[in-house]
């Protein structure tokens, strides 16, 4: 027999049981088994989300769109229905998922060659091997020579979707290239986004959940044709040379994108190393059209470029919590911005998969109560987008009442509560800098102090805030939710001011001229204390109204 590496037989997606158990399960094992998997678990997160979109893809495919929510119900009600019709429609096309065939290999390229014949070392496919600096990493030695079959499939998924930008190898028959190399087009699409999931009690619903119908999705119902919407191993194999202007189709061509032309190298005990070039480039802005598992945000800088209104992916900072950027998942918690024909517009656009749950809401197909585990996963690169600086992982429980029809009351809570945090929080960040300034401090430590003292308090606040949050999924009167959060801010400010106070030095209670004015820990607390009461009034003696209903 042929040499052959089938996705949809071997071993190779790691995911985590029901009970707890590792496991490692081919393509027709995850979807058949999908109701027993907690998840998809392999080396790291941004891996498991490449993974995962794949699924979705097949999902999409073998659903047939799928074309309406009744469509999605059926299989929403019957998780096997998933499983039968999934493992069917991979079978129509399992030649294409074998990873080593000489023709078609899977998310490969047959024959692709640099024109020197030399191959990467498999460092240039492996994402959690630092450039430069390998005495970071235990992935050293003979754990770098080679890897099996499983894990070098797992990463040739992960590559097209976050590979670094850079130069990379120039194939033979890519015009393109220059000088034997090819220049950089841009990380892979995934690492240009900020990945959204919604995540369900198996891997069955998370796949259902994520697997939208376009035509209740208002940002792809215009555009995206789902029946024209194809991954790679419905088309003909692709050739050395990318597309530097190919658009995409819809949500499968986004999870499936060629970024990069590969081959792997290697033999039956594994794989040594692999051709790595440049693929399909891909372009961010207003992709909001094809792509639903990410948040967007207006761009003025790339609306001004363009000359029409331009919406970026959002990518969660790898130095905020993520609900600090829950106004981009509610898009009714967002602010607004004037688009360039003078109307108004939420300066964020909520993920497509958001839409979705929220349309599967007011359907009532999916509880309107309880908590909603939203993912997010992406990759922060460094200098030129060409080395990989740090993994963003993050889940946020949305309690499902912020998406219901009937939100106002709620929405309105969170937005002041966010509000206020921030608030306090400069309040902190202005009292570390007058305190430095009463200390002699120049303007860059103080402007450090300031930083420093706001840091402090989003480490206790980023605890703190999503739990209340998740708590306004409970019983409690909206107001009284209020109220609690108000406390618990002015009880961590608080805290965090007399940690300030305690750590000055004895001269800063004289103080120093700072301009025209004196400051000094006094003046400095009076102001902070004032700020704090402008930002939490104390509450009122009476009853408050939700008691009294």
């Known amino acids: 027999m042929a040499d052959s590496f089938n996705l949809l037989d071997e071993p190779w997606i790691r995911v985590t049981r029901l009970s707890g158990e590792p496991d490692e399960v081919s393509l027709v094992t995850a979807f058949e088994e999908a109701s027993d998997i907690s998840g998809i678990h392999g080396e790291i997160a941004s891996q498991d989300a490449a993974i995962l979109r794949l699924l979705l893809a097949i999902a999409h495919r073998a659903m047939g769109g799928p074309k309406d929510v009744e469509t999605w119900e059926t299989y929403w009600n019957d998780p096997e229905l998933l499983a039968v019709d999934t493992v069917a429609y991979l079978e129509r096309f399992r030649e294409?998922?074998?990873?080593?065939?000489?023709?078609?290999?899977?998310?490969?390229?047959?024959?692709?060659?640099?024109?020197?014949?030399?191959?990467?070392?498999?460092?240039?496919?492996?994402?959690?091997?630092?450039?430069?600096?390998?005495?970071?990493?235990?992935r050293i030695g003979p754990g770098l020579d080679r890897i099996d079959w499983s894990e070098a499939a797992r990463w040739l998924v992960h590559v097209h979707a976050f590979d670094p930008s850079g130069i990379r190898s120039g194939a033979v028959g890519d015009p393109e290239v220059k000088g034997g190399k090819g220049y950089p087009i841009g990380p892979g699409w995934s690492g240009q986004i900020g990945v959204v999931m919604i995540e369900g009690n198996n891997l069955a619903e998370t796949i259902l959940l994520n697997t939208v119908v376009v035509g209740v999705v208002d940002s792809l119902k215009e555009k995206v044709d789902a029946d024209k919407d194809l991954p790679p191993w419905e088309c003909e194999p692709g050739g050395p040379a990318g597309n530097r202007d190919l658009d995409p189709t819809g949500p499968v061509s986004c999870y499936t994108w060629q970024t990069r032309r590969v081959l792997l190298h290697g033999d039956d005990s594994g794989v040594t190393g692999l051709f790595l070039g440049n693929g399909d480039k891909a372009t961010p802005q207003n992709r909001y059209l094809y792509e639903p598992m990410t948040a967007w945000r207006y761009s003025d800088p790339q609306t001004k470029k363009f000359k029409f209104d331009v919406f970026m992916p959002y990518k969660f900072p790898k130095d905020r919590a993520m609900w600090r950027g829950l106004s981009t998942l509610v898009s009714e918690l967002s602010e607004t911005v004037v688009r360039m024909d003078g109307k108004k517009e939420t300066k964020y656009k909520a993920a497509g998969v958001i839409d979705f749950y929220q349309q599967l809401l007011f359907d009532e197909i999916v509880p309107n109560d309880g908590l909603i585990p939203?993912?997010?996963?992406?990759?922060?690169?460094?200098?030129?987008?060409?080395?990989?600086?740090?993994?963003?992982?993050?889940?946020?429980?949305?309690?499902?009442?912020?998406?219901?029809?009937?939100?106002?009351?709620?929405?309105?809570?969170?937005?002041?509560?966010?509000?206020?945090?921030?608030?306090?929080?400069?309040?902190?960040?202005?009292?570390?800098?007058?305190?430095?300034?009463?200390?002699?401090?120049?303007?860059?430590?103080?402007?450090?102090?300031?930083?420093?003292?706001?840091?402090?308090f989003y480490l206790v606040i980023d605890e703190e805030f999503p739990r209340w949050l998740a708590s306004l999924a409970g019983e409690e009167a909206p107001d009284e939710a209020k109220w609690r959060w108000r406390e618990r801010l002015r009880k961590t400010a608080t805290g965090q001011c007399d940690r300030l106070v305690e750590s000055v030095a004895p001269s800063a209670y004289a103080g120093r001229a700072d301009g025209n004015r004196h400051i000094d820990v006094g003046i400095s607390l009076a102001w902070f204390e004032a700020s704090i009461r402008e930002t939490l009034p104390a509450r009122p003696d009476s009853q408050p109204e939700s008691k009294k209903d």
């Open 96 to 138: 294409r998922f074998d990873v080593r065939d000489p023709v078609a290999p899977f998310f490969q390229v047959a024959g692709i060659h640099a024109k020197s014949g030399k191959i990467s070392d498999l460092e240039s496919l492996i994402v959690d091997v630092p450039n430069g600096a390998p005495f970071f990493t235990t």
């Open 374 to 456: 939203v993912h997010c996963v992406g990759i922060e690169y460094g200098a030129q987008e060409a080395v990989v600086e740090e993994h963003v992982d993050d889940v946020l429980k949305v309690p499902a009442k912020l998406l219901e029809k009937d939100n106002s009351r709620y929405l309105a809570i969170v937005r002041d509560a966010m509000k206020e945090t921030d608030r306090v929080a400069s309040s902190l960040r202005n009292l570390g800098g007058n305190l430095a300034k009463a200390q002699g401090a120049d303007p860059d430590r103080v402007q450090a102090a300031r930083e420093q003292a706001a840091t402090a």
